[in-house]
Every structure is written in structure tokens, then in C-alpha cells.
């Protein structure tokens, strides 16, 4: 049971902008930065978004987070095929003094 | 260029101890802000941290898995191992490890090893 809840699922259409949060507390995204790990079936998860809305070199400006109080957001624009994969949003949790994934949410492009 | 790569068995039994090894390369350990972390994910399930180490040898552990749980580094072999004692079928699992980034507020993991999946099973 995850400190960080995600929506399990969200979908789009190619083209579209598909919005996933990530909801915590005051002791994890309130007080720490947030990542973004995207994980493309069968592979190792990907570094997608470090510190709430830093984009590693490599991952295309479609890409972008944010970060407001105790929730953080992932935002894909222009949705396409290959961006249909598993979204984990991650965090310190100062309470629990642990690294926390939230919960993932799968996204399919319809 | 960072590349990480664990190892160890495919299998094993209940109750046994687990001994996984993290080699890794374009990178040291001894580099101020550098960690190393485990992270595995059951069949079908989300991520789950487990563990981090440092540069400074600070150690982190999940709060769930705190007592089974060791890691330590070897600086001069570019690796690190987490030992998980007392294993169970439920941690039959995809383990990780993964370099990162420790800044103000938090650590990210940029760069991730392929994964070793680890049945228990008698």
C-alpha cells in the first residue's frame, strides 16, 4: 500500500494531452522533490522527469511535470503510440525515512 | 556512460538468504552525491524501493524490510550487494539496482540495470 496514489489507468487519443497525478502528504511531495519513471513493457523503468519538472537529456519536451503542495502531475501532449507504458511518480517520505513509487498508472493510447 | 548489471540466482527457496550483486561501470562510488539503490517489482505489480547506499556509506533501508535487509558497497570492485534473508514466495520479484542522483530534497535514479527476476520457490 503505496503512500503515493495514482490513478491506475488513463487513456488518449494520438495527438491528445493526457494528465496523470500523483497525490501524497506534507511528509513525502510536500517536502521533497519528485520524480517520474516511465516503464515500456518488459523493459527497465526510464528516468522521465527528475526534481518536479526537470527533463533528463533525451526525453522529447512532450514530457513535462509539476508540483503543487502535497500533489504532483505528469503531462504528455501530443500523445503518441510509443508513449503507452506504466507512469510511477516517486518521492522521499521524511516520516517513514524511505524512498516511495506511488501506485502507476498505465497509459494506452486508443 | 553509466551501465549497472545485477546478479545472482534465479532461485531459491524459502527461507534462504538472497545475495544479489550490482556491477557497475562509468561511475564511482566514492563521488560526492552518488548513490546506489535496489528496487524490485513483483509480476504484474508496481515498483517497491528497498534500499540505497551512499557515497559517504550512509545507508537507507524500506521500513517493511528494514531487518532483512543489508547492503554494502566495494568501491574498488565497482559493486554493491544487498542481501535479503529469510525469503518468502511473496518476494519473488524483478530486482533492480539503479544509480543515483542525491540533491537537496530528495534522490532520483537515472540510470537503471536490465533486472534479474528471483523466484522462491521449494
Known amino acids: 500500500q503505496s503512500v503515493l496514489t495514482q490513478p491506475p489507468s488513463a487513456s488518449g487519443t494520438p495527438g491528445q494531452r493526457v494528465t496523470i497525478s500523483c497525490s501524497g502528504s506534507s511528509s513525502n511531495i510536500g517536502s521533497n522533490i519528485v520524480n517520474w519513471y516511465q516503464q515500456l513493457p518488459r523493459t527497465a523503468p526510464k528516468l522521465l522527469i527528475y526534481s518536479n519538472n526537470q527533463r533528463p537529456s533525451g526525453v522529447p519536451d512532450r514530457f513535462s511535470g509539476s508540483k503543487s503542495g502535497t500533489s504532483a502531475s505528469l503531462a504528455i501532449s501530443g500523445l503518441q503510440s510509443e508513449d503507452e507504458a506504466d507512469y510511477y511518480c516517486?518521492?522521499?517520505?521524511?516520516?517513514?525515512?524511505?524512498?516511495?513509487f506511488g501506485t502507476g498508472t498505465k497509459v494506452t493510447v486508443l | 556512460q553509466i551501465t549497472l548489471r545485477e546478479s545472482g540466482p534465479t532461485l531459491v527457496k524459502p527461507t534462504q538468504t538472497l545475495t544479489l550483486t550490482c556491477s557497475f561501470s562509468g561511475f564511482s562510488l566514492s563521488t560526492s552525491g552518488v548513490g546506489v539503490g535496489w528496487i524490485r517489482q513483483p509480476p504484474g505489480k508496481a515498483l517497491e524501493w528497498l534500499a540505497v547506499i551512499y557515497w559517504d556509506d550512509d545507508e537507507r533501508f524500506s521500513p517493511s524490510l528494514k531487518t532483512r535487509l543489508t547492503i554494502t558497497k566495494d568501491t574498488s570492485k565497482n559493486q554493491v550487494v544487498l542481501t535479503m534473508t529469510n525469503m518468502d514466495p511473496v518476494d519473488t520479484a524483478t530486482y533492480y539496482c539503479a544509480h543515483g542522483d542525491y540533491i537537496n530534497y530528495g534522490v532520483y535514479f537515472d540510470y537503471w540495470g536490465q533486472g534479474t527476476l528471483v523466484t522462491v520457490s521449494s
Open positions: 516517486a518521492t522521499w517520505d521524511d516520516s517513514l525515512n524511505a524512498h516511495v
